[in-house]
């Protein structure tokens, strides 16, 4: 088989994008309120930290979800993933979630969510894009499933 390349970019995260907006607005109001209390001063910190958490959060998945299409590359035995190479024999299982606009996310062995890194989307074709990594899936022996998975932020 030859070296198949394919576009690939980082998945949007709309509900993470849109629940960090939430709280972040939501939040400030609440902190207004313990600092005007001033009945105990330890009641602002947790209100502090889920401010700040929640927009770093949030600024981090819409960063990620704007940067440019990145090449994954699909050899005899591997796929080479934003600079990484990851072995057909240490892939458990290649899952698709999502019908518009799907997310693919490779799960190696021994881990119980699917790693940032291997979680992507197709940057163009969708269609070509998933019938060649299912044809590739099948010449090296590896699972393919349409589930929804989880992964980390």
Known sequence: MKVMTLSIKKPARSRTIIGMAVICLITPPRLIDSIQDQSDSMRIVP??????VSATVLLGTFFRAMQQPTAMQLCDGAIRLNGREILAKDIHRIMKAGYFRPVIGIKP????????????????????GMATIVKWAEENRVKVARRPFASWL
């Open 109 to 128: 062995y021994g881990t119980w969510l699917v790693p940032v890194h291997l979680c992507f989307r197709f940057a163009d074709d969708e269609d070509r």
């Open 47 to 52: 209100w502090i930290v889920l401010i700040v």
